[in-house]
């Protein structure tokens, strides 16, 4: 009996290092993508079910989740670009920027194998689902997942700003393609139609 007991408290301590991406960024993670991440990401999702390991959420974010739409306070090109850049930090690249960590078959693998060990990990729980509704985790999901869409949001606002004055980039999109050269867009529709 006492022997189950002994875990929990080295599980307690390595809940507070889990909070953060193990690349050392501030980028926000939902709980899918934390699971994904890494083997200890995988491991940790009952702890992420149970609510004890929790997705910090920027107050850049925050701020985002409270108003979008906000015009920034100096509304000149500096001022746009002071405040695209903390949520560039928050959310990662943005779409007119090329990814840098361009995901082949062994990355994507890897995340489904460690999608695999942390649902593993996660059928430990009974009823996981009620449990996640009853701690609160599937709240706080909600809440991160809200949160990274109203900063994308904020973001493509002030770009579209930054646009209408004619500022450079980071102030505004960047108009890089981004596509890969492969992709032919198609000439039609792909499915029969009368």
Not at 130 to 159: C, F, I, N, P
Request: with cysteine.
């Amino acid at each position: 009996m006492h022997k189950a007991i002994y875990p929990l408290p080295l599980l307690f301590l390595l809940s507070a290092c889990l909070t953060s991406p193990a690349d050392g960024s501030s980028k926000v993670q939902t709980t899918s993508e934390a699971k994904r991440e890494s083997i200890t990401g995988a491991v940790a999702s009952p702890l992420r079910d149970v609510n004890v390991l929790r997705t910090k959420i920027p107050p850049i974010l925050l701020e985002a989740m409270a108003d979008p739409y906000q015009r920034p306070s100096p509304a000149t090109c500096a001022g746009i670009a002071a405040a695209i850049v903390p949520l560039n930090e928050a959310l990662g690249a943005d779409l007119d920027h090329p990814s840098e960590d361009e995901q082949d078959m062994m990355d994507k693998g890897k995340g489904a194998a460690l999608g695999a060990v942390a649902g593993l990990a996660s059928s430990v729980i009974p009823f996981r689902s009620w449990v996640r509704q009853l701690s609160g985790a599937e709240r706080h999901d909600s809440l991160v997942t809200d949160a990274v869409l109203a900063g994308a949001v904020r973001r493509a606002y002030m770009k579209g700003l930054g646009e209408a004055k004619s500022c450079r980039p980071p102030a505004t999109a960047s108009h890089v393609r981004t596509a890969p050269d492969n992709v032919v867009p198609t000439q039609g529709p792909r499915y029969p139609v009368r």
